[in-house]
Nanobody
Framework: QVQLVESGGGLVQAGGSLRLSCAAS????????MGWYRQAPGKRRELVAL???????NYADSVKGRFTISRDNAKNTVYLQMNSLKPEDTAVYYC???????????????WGQGTQVTVSS
């Protein structure tokens, strides 16, 4: 089994910063893409940022220049540094990872349980 555990959410004032972490554990041979998504009340889950195993990144337009995604492959961990936070960034943030459990076969997508980020105005 594979588990993703997020941490680092909380309450912050507009303009502030938070750093989210997501650690993967369990039966892991290799992790491909890792990403962060968010879901605000009454809205669909949306992509925030993705990072490939080689380090290539992709961001939603709404967070470009403010958020930075990074990963530590040795620790099977992905991070999201969030700066200049806005009230509209308020959401539950979820991480995911494409994990191969064995050298053969394809990867499967796993999700964390989510962490709440609330930005007050």
């Amino acid at each position: 089994q594979v588990q993703l555990v997020e941490s680092g959410g909380g309450l912050v004032q507009a303009g502030g910063s938070l750093r989210l972490s997501c650690a993967a554990s369990g039966s892991i041979f290799v992790i491909n893409d890792m990403g962060w998504y968010r879901q605000a009340p009454g809205k669909r889950r949306e992509l925030v940022a993705l990072i490939a195993s080689g380090g290539d990144t992709n961001y939603a337009d709404s967070v470009k220049g403010r958020f930075t995604i990074s990963r530590d492959n040795a620790k099977n961990t992905v991070y999201l540094q969030m700066n200049s936070l806005k009230p509209e960034d308020t959401a539950v943030y979820y991480c995911n990872a494409g994990v191969k459990k064995y050298w053969y076969g394809s990867s499967s997508l796993y999700w964390g349980q989510g962490t709440q980020v609330t930005v007050s105005s």
